[in-house]
């Protein structure tokens, strides 16, 4: 899985048997051009635009090499999500981890299940700043990305060799679905979207076959928008006091 990158006074040959190969030997290129090369807008004409020969031979070490955002708690809008993308490219990263539901905030459109995103996506208040035990009263959202919002950031981070992998929170951190489907918890609710941080107690209810039916339904469309070979299933710090 190496890709190389071989330039005298006269050629530049990227060799790799894959685009992501090919695509990390051209970030090596820009790497050795002069930091102006990521300008946006045009810079000084007197700039020599010149790199040194080279002959490199690189693979990455690691094949998963990403990094993970929490969009539930601290929403960013496509344009910032575009930016990170961008600046991963850079660095061949070649993973993007969205964490999109959790108990604070439900971020992705499902047309099937529209209370998801009108009712899951907004909460009353979040942390204030620098002291997360008490509320700043600041209503947060409705935010959320729209199926077609997803769509062109997917197939915007494929064409810098980066996949995007959803997370989509249970059995616990549900609050944010369990506000707007209250019937698969455990007692009922009602709830809202949580607004501190730290797990909850009420979560999904393992007894009821029409809530795992239901998740499978959701995970069906998660599955059918995101290309990536994985999804996340959360999974971690659920309180089991509702099962017993």
């Known amino acids: 899985d190496e890709y190389h990158l071989i330039m005298d006074s006269n050629l530049v040959k990227i060799l790799g048997k894959n685009r992501e190969l090919i695509f990390n030997g051209f970030q090596s290129l820009l790497q050795l051009m002069p930091p102006q090369i990521y300008s946006i807008e045009k810079v000084d004409e007197t700039i020599e ?33 575009k930016k990170i993308v961008d600046a991963m490219s850079y660095f061949k990263f070649n993973v993007l981890h969205l964490h999109l539901t959790d108990d604070q905030g439900w971020r992705i459109e499902l047309p099937k299940y529209p209370n998801l ?7 009353e208040s979040s942390p204030k700043k620098w002291d997360r035990r008490h509320t700043d009263g600041v209503p947060y959202g409705p935010f959320f990305y729209s199926m077609d919002e997803m769509k062109d950031l997917i197939e915007y981070a494929k064409n810098r060799s980066i996949t995007i ?37 009420e979560i999904l209810c393992a007894g009821n076959d029409e809530a795992l039916a239901f998740l ?20 971690d710090e659920v309180i089991k006091t509702r099962w017993q």
């Open 165 to 201: 992998v959803p997370e989509i929170e249970l059995p616990g951190h549900t609050l944010s679905l369990l506000s707007c489907y209250p019937q698969y918890s455990c007692t009922g609710g009602p709830f809202k979207p949580k607004c501190l941080w730290g797990p909850d107690e």
């Open 216 to 235: 499978e339904k959701i995970l069906d469309d998660v599955i059918e928008l995101f290309d990536s070979a994985f999804i996340h299933c959360g999974g």
């Open 117 to 123: 995103t009108t009712i899951g996506a907004y909460r």
């Open 49 to 81: 635009w010149i790199a040194p020969t080279v002959s490199i031979h690189d693979k990455p070490r690691f094949n998963w090499r990403g990094i993970m955002i929490d969009i539930s708690r601290r929403f960013l809008d496509v344009t910032s999500v």
